[in-house]
Every structure is written in structure tokens, then in C-alpha cells.
């Protein structure tokens, strides 16, 4: 249902995009959101945006970093991460929710398999 890539090792300072492609059902009425888990850490919520206007949300600490995209046409959401760090290391996760602008994961009904983000120093 959502098939998440683009993850991989990356030097401090650089960039890397995920994609998440969507398959198998409609999610043009749902948000899409990107979470993040770092080993020994709980999930975190990186950002959400929703499929039909296009509006985000952001962690505060993402905001200017990251950016979070959608392509309709592809069914595919993107994150776009820059000035990554050592911190920004972890398994990343794409969502599927149809409450707006969430950023709990329990109200996250369908997930995608998560990328291994590694940022070296």
C-alpha cells in the first residue's frame, strides 16, 4: 500500500529525498505524513500534507530542512531533507491518516515499511 525508499548513508550537511508510493487504494482523502525513529528513541513525527491542497505541517525542529511534497499524478509523497546531520539518523516512515494535520502515530491507519536514513559525521 505504501512503499517507502530513498533512504541510504549520506555525509553531514548533505541532502537525501524519500519517496513514498501509494498503491492498491485511493488516499486522495487522506494526509500523508513522514515519522522517524532513531535507534534506542520512541517514533517521531517529522511532517504531514495533505493529498488534495497540498498543505503541510511541520515539527518545528524540521521546519526549514526538511520539506514535504506530493505528486498526485505519481501517488507519491516525498521528503526532501538538506543540512542533515549525525541526529537526523533513522528508520523512516511514511503514513496514511484521514485526520487532518496529525501527529500522533496510533492515529495513523496504514504505514509504509520505513527507510534507514544513515548520516555519518
Known amino acids: 500500500q505504501l512503499q517507502a525508499s530513498g533512504g541510504g548513508l549520506v555525509q553531514a550537511g548533505g541532502s537525501l529525498r524519500l519517496s513514498c508510493a501509494a498503491s492498491?487504494?485511493?488516499?486522495?482523502?487522506?494526509?500523508m505524513g513522514w515519522f522517524r525513529q532513531a535507534p534506542g528513541k520512541e517514533r517521531e513525527f517529522v511532517a504531514t500534507?495533505?493529498?488534495?491542497?497540498?498543505?503541510?505541517y511541520y515539527l518545528d525542529s524540521m521546519k526549514g530542512r526538511f520539506t514535504i511534497s506530493r505528486d498526485n499524478a505519481m501517488k507519491t509523497v516525498y521528503l526532501q531533507m538538506n543540512s542533515l546531520t549525525p541526529e537526523d539518523t533513522a528508520v523512516y516512515y511514511c503514513?496514511?491518516?484521514?485526520?487532518?494535520?496529525?501527529?500522533?502515530?496510533?492515529?495513523?491507519?496504514?504505514w509504509g515499511q520505513g527507510t534507514l536514513v544513515t548520516v555519518s559525521s
Open positions: 500534507i495533505s493529498w488534495t491542497a497540498g498543505s503541510t
Open positions: 503514513a496514511a491518516t484521514r485526520m487532518a494535520w496529525s501527529v500522533r502515530g496510533d492515529e495513523y491507519t496504514y
Open positions: 492498491g487504494r485511493t488516499f486522495s482523502s487522506y494526509y
